[in-house]
T-cell receptor, first 113, second 115 residues
Framework: DVKVTQSSRYLVKRTGEKVFLECVQD?????MFWYRQDPGLGLRLIYF???????EKGDIPEGYSVSREKKERFSLILESASTNQTSMYLC????????????FGNGTRLTVT | GNSVTQMEGPVTLSEEAFLTINCTYT??????LFWYVQYPGEGLQLLLK?????DKGSNKGFEATYRKETTSFHLEKGSVQVSDSAVYFC??????????????FGTGTKLQVIP
C-alpha cells in the first residue's frame, strides 16, 4: 500500500515567517503534487514535480516554492507566510500511467496569524 | 481548459436511501475519470475509476459509468450507511500540451447519512 506522509497535521505560524511543509512517499513514484483545499473551492494545484530536481507551476503558485532533492521527498515552502495562506495543504504522489490514481497524505492544516 | 462540475452539497440522506451525486466534465482529450472520498480528518482516497467510454467503476457498493455522450460520471449507491458520510470529489486526468498528466477536481460534495 502506498504511504504518503506529511510531517505535521497542524501548524500555526506568524505572518512573515518562512514555512516548510514536508512530504515523503514510499512507492518510488516519479510524480508528486502539492494542493491546497479550501471550502467551496475544492482542491487547487500549487506545484508539481515529475522528477528529482524538476518542478512545474500549478494553478496557484504565487507565494510558494518547492524543493525536490530526493525522489521520495517533496517540500512546499511559503517564503513569507500571509494570512490568506491559511488552509489545508495536501501532498500526493502517483505513477506515470494516465489512469494511475493520486495517493494523498492526511494533510497539514496551516494557520497563519 | 478542463473542468469538473459536481452538484452542490451538502446532501443529507437517511440510512439505506439511494444516493446519486452528479458529475459532469469538459476535457479536450480522452480523460480518465475518478471519484475520491475524504473522510473527516483524512486525506483523499480513491473510491473508483474508469478509463474509457462506457466503463463502469465500482467499489464498496458505489458505482459510476463513464458516459462520453453526456460527458458525465455520476456516482450512485443503492443503500447508503452512516459510515459513508464524507466528502466526495469527482476528478479527471488528462494529458497537457506539455505531456504531463494533470488532474482536475470538482469542488466536492459533502454527504451526511443520518440513522
Amino acid at each position: 500500500d502506498v504511504k504518503v506522509t506529511q510531517s505535521s497535521r497542524y501548524l500555526v505560524k506568524r505572518t512573515g515567517e518562512k514555512v516548510f511543509l514536508e512530504c515523503v512517499q514510499d512507492m518510488d513514484h516519479e510524480n508528486m503534487f502539492w494542493y491546497r483545499q479550501d471550502p467551496g473551492l475544492g482542491l487547487r494545484l500549487i506545484y508539481f514535480s515529475y522528477d528529482v530536481k524538476m518542478k512545474e507551476k500549478g494553478d496557484i503558485p504565487e507565494g510558494y516554492s518547492v524543493s525536490r532533492e530526493k525522489k521520495e521527498r517533496f517540500s512546499l515552502i511559503l517564503e513569507s507566510a500571509s494570512t490568506n495562506q491559511t488552509s489545508m495543504y495536501l501532498c500526493a504522489s502517483r505513477g506515470d500511467r494516465e489512469d494511475s490514481p493520486l495517493h494523498f497524505g492526511n494533510g497539514t492544516r496551516l494557520t497563519v496569524t | 481548459g478542463n473542468s469538473v462540475t459536481q452538484m452542490e452539497g451538502p446532501v443529507t440522506l437517511s440510512e439505506e436511501a439511494f444516493l446519486t451525486i452528479n458529475c459532469t466534465y469538459t476535457a479536450t482529450g480522452y480523460p480518465s475519470l475518478f471519484w475520491y472520498v475524504q473522510y473527516p480528518g483524512e486525506g483523499l482516497q480513491l473510491l473508483l475509476k474508469a478509463t474509457k467510454a462506457d466503463d463502469k467503476g465500482s467499489n464498496k457498493g458505489f458505482e459510476a459509468t463513464y458516459r462520453k455522450e453526456t460527458t458525465s460520471f455520476h456516482l450512485e449507491k443503492g443503500s447508503v450507511q452512516v459510515s459513508d458520510s464524507a466528502v466526495y470529489f469527482c476528478a479527471l486526468s488528462d494529458e497537457t500540451s506539455g505531456g504531463y498528466q494533470k488532474v482536475t477536481f470538482g469542488t466536492g460534495t459533502k454527504l451526511q447519512v443520518i440513522p
